[in-house]
């Protein structure tokens, strides 16, 4: 005890600080979400996330290699389709903007590539499944998903990252991939994917707010903990290699838990309404935004998490590189 107990010794000096440090964070932990959008021929923002881009195709490839360039090793593809309809067609086009993308990225540059697998973007009521009598149909969803995965795997995704929460999904995905033979196709499974607020910004820019309704029948109710870590370990079971928790600061009670209990790779999701908010703040001056940003990304770390998908992502890596 004290006086001769001092925790301050192993503070005082910067070697021994850095010594005594449990958690460390680096270019390579994190992931930069990236929108491609084929109605555009110029890069469009909206308020809500200042600094984000939706990138016109012949873009992508250009912003690939700066991420790369940055320390960063992987993007997470979003993508903006021409035309939307009550099944989401573009998602699984071949010729879509996600697939088209992929190949482009994968031709230049070295990154690997993990493409968000979801309907919402490229349906007319901007719902992330099938309706059926004005509800998301799970099951008559699944088949959509599978051919989704197997037109992302063909393109050259390395994984694909199923956000819709529907149940069985994992396991429909990775039976389709194998049955086409895209076994080498990994899965990074939105296990614990909460009905969040913080989604907002990303809907602005992705636009892919709901028409009518919500996604309470799928997401998860932010009360719950234990219900998340069941899901998590139906992924397990499913056949997911990755799992993740979205959003990250407000569930790193989640993300703790489930870097205990799961033997695999566990990622965090700081999403965009987790950046809008330092965003905001910082471009009043009521906080320091490289530190916000930082203490944010080490705090996800600490909670357990093996790597990061961050807006921050390409801005963070060059500051942990003194770039
Ligand atoms: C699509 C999807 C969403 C996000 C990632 N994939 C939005 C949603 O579920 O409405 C959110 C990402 C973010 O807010 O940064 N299902
Ligand atoms: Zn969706």
């Known amino acids: 005890m004290f006086p001769q107990e001092r925790m301050r010794r192993i503070r005082y000096h910067a070697g021994v600080r850095d010594l005594v440090r449990e958690n460390r964070l680096a270019p390579e932990q994190l992931i930069q979400p990236l929108f491609v959008d084929e109605n555009i021929d110029q890069r469009r923002s909206v308020p809500s996330l200042p600094g984000q881009c939706a990138?016109?195709?012949d873009q992508v490839l250009r912003e690939c290699r700066e991420i790369e360039a940055s320390g960063c090793r992987a993007v997470l593809l979003f993508g903006i389709p021409k035309r939307k309809d009550p099944l989401g067609?573009?998602?699984y086009d071949d010729e879509g903007v996600v697939q088209r993308a992929v190949r482009s990225i994968k031709k230049g540059c070295g990154l690997a590539i993990i493409t968000d697998l979801c309907l919402c973007e490229?349906?007319?009521h901007g719902h992330c499944g099938v309706m059926v009598d004005e509800?998301?149909?799970n099951d008559a969803t699944l088949g959509l998903y599978a051919r989704i995965a197997v037109s992302q795997a063909r393109a050259g995704a390395d994984m694909v990252a199923p956000s819709g929460m529907m149940d069985g999904q994992v396991a429909a995905i990775r039976q389709a991939l194998d049955q086409q033979g895209q076994s080498r196709v990994g899965i990074m499974a939105y296990s614990a994917k909460f009905c969040s607020c913080f989604y907002g910004p990303f809907r602005d820019l992705a636009g892919s707010r709901p028409s009518h309704g919500d996604r309470r029948s799928h997401q998860i109710d932010p009360a719950n903990g234990r219900q998340a870590l069941r899901e998590m370990e139906?992924?397990?079971e499913e056949g997911a290699d990755m799992l993740m928790v979205k959003p990250a600061l407000p569930y790193l009670d989640v993300i703790k838990e489930a870097s205990?209990?799961?033997e695999m790779p566990l990622c965090a999701f700081q999403v965009s309404g987790?950046?809008?908010m330092v965003m905001a703040a910082a471009e009043r001056g009521w906080i320091d935004r490289?530190?916000?940003i930082m203490e944010s990304l080490i705090s996800i770390r600490r909670a357990g998490a093996d790597c990061i998908v961050t807006y921050f992502a390409k801005e963070a890596a060059r500051l942990l590189e003194g770039k």
Request: charged share 35%; hydrophobic share 40%.
């Open 55 to 57: 990138l016109p195709p």
């Open 89 to 91: 067609k573009g998602a």
């Open 122 to 124: 490229y349906t007319d």
């Open 135 to 137: 509800e998301v149909d």
């Open 234 to 236: 139906l992924d397990v």
């Open 260 to 262: 205990n209990r799961f």
């Open 274 to 276: 987790e950046y809008a």
């Open 290 to 292: 490289d530190a916000a």
